[in-house]
């Protein structure tokens, strides 16, 4: 399981930040579509949610890093 884990973050870390922000709008769009589909009583699998949400956070924090690499080399630059 960790190993799997660590195989998607590479993959998503090898990601340009435009195709990142694309990824991360359309897990916005899943997780939306799964909250509708869960007040509808339509979802089939609740286990999905906190996973997509888990998705989420990761593709969040690994754009935050970017973003404090980027003005680290900045301040390191002036």
Avoid: C, V, W
Avoid at 15 to 22: E, G, I, M, T, V
Avoid at 30 to 58: C, D, G, V
């Amino acid at each position: 399981m960790a190993k799997k884990l660590k195989t998607k973050l590479d993959d998503i870390r090898k990601l340009s930040d435009a195709d990142l922000r694309k990824e991360l709008e359309e897990a916005h769009r899943r997780l939306f579509s799964m909250r509708l589909q869960s007040e509808t009583r339509q979802l089939t699998n609740y286990q999905e949610l906190p996973k997509m949400k888990r998705h989420i956070a990761r593709l969040k924090t690994i754009e935050h890093q970017r973003q404090l690499s980027r003005a680290g080399a900045e301040a390191a630059r002036t």
